[in-house]
C-alpha cells in the first residue's frame, strides 16, 4: 500500500524544510509519494482556477485509486482516527491518493472524484501549512500503529 499526496503549488523553503523532515520520517514505515501540481496562476480566480487545478491533480490519480479531499466540509479525524485509516488502508493493500488543493479551493471533478472528505477542523489555514500537518498526522498516525512514544494522547 502506498499513499500519494497531490498537493498545488509549492512550498516555501522554510516549510518545505519542516514537509521533508515529517516525510523521511514517515517514510520509513509508510510508502508515500508527493507530488506538487503547478498553480493555475493565469486562469481568472473561482471556478476556472478550480476547475484547471482539478484537471492537473486529476492527471496525477491512477484510475481507481480511492481518494480523499481535504476538504473544510470534510469529516475531522482525531490522529487515534488517522492511525485507524491509515490501518485500514494497509489491510485492504489498496493504494490512496491524499489531494490538497490550493489557495482558491477545489472544484466540482475534484469533489465528485473524492471518496472520503477529512477536515483538519473548524480554523482556516494556508494551504501550504495544511500539507505540513497532513504529514505530521501520517507520521503521527504510524507511530500511534507502532506503539511508539512520539503520541502521547491525553497524557
Do not use: C, F
Amino acid at each position: 500500500m502506498r499513499i500519494l499526496l497531490v498537493a498545488v503549488g509549492k512550498l516555501r523553503p522554510a516549510l518545505r524544510e519542516v514537509a521533508d523532515d515529517y516525510l523521511r520520517r514517515v517514510t520509513r514505515s509508510l510508502a508515500l509519494d508527493e507530488r506538487e501540481v503547478r498553480e493555475a496562476g493565469r486562469q481568472p480566480a473561482g471556478v476556472q482556477r478550480q476547475d484547471e487545478e482539478d484537471r492537473r491533480i486529476l492527471r496525477l490519480i491512477p484510475a481507481g485509486m480511492p481518494v480523499t479531499l481535504l476538504d473544510p466540509g470534510g469529516t475531522p479525524l482525531t490522529s487515534e482516527e488517522v492511525a485507524a485509516r491509515i490501518a485500514a488502508w494497509r489491510l485492504a493493500a489498496q493504494d490512496r491518493a491524499i489531494v490538497i488543493g490550493g489557495a482558491n479551493g477545489v472544484g466540482a471533478a475534484l469533489h465528485h472524484r473524492a471518496d472520503e472528505r477529512w477536515s483538519l477542523g473548524p480554523i482556516t489555514l494556508p494551504h501550504e501549512l495544511a500539507r505540513v500537518v497532513v504529514l505530521e498526522q501520517l507520521y503521527r498516525g504510524t507511530t500511534i500503529l507502532q506503539g511508539t512514544p512520539y503520541h502521547r494522547g491525553d497524557a
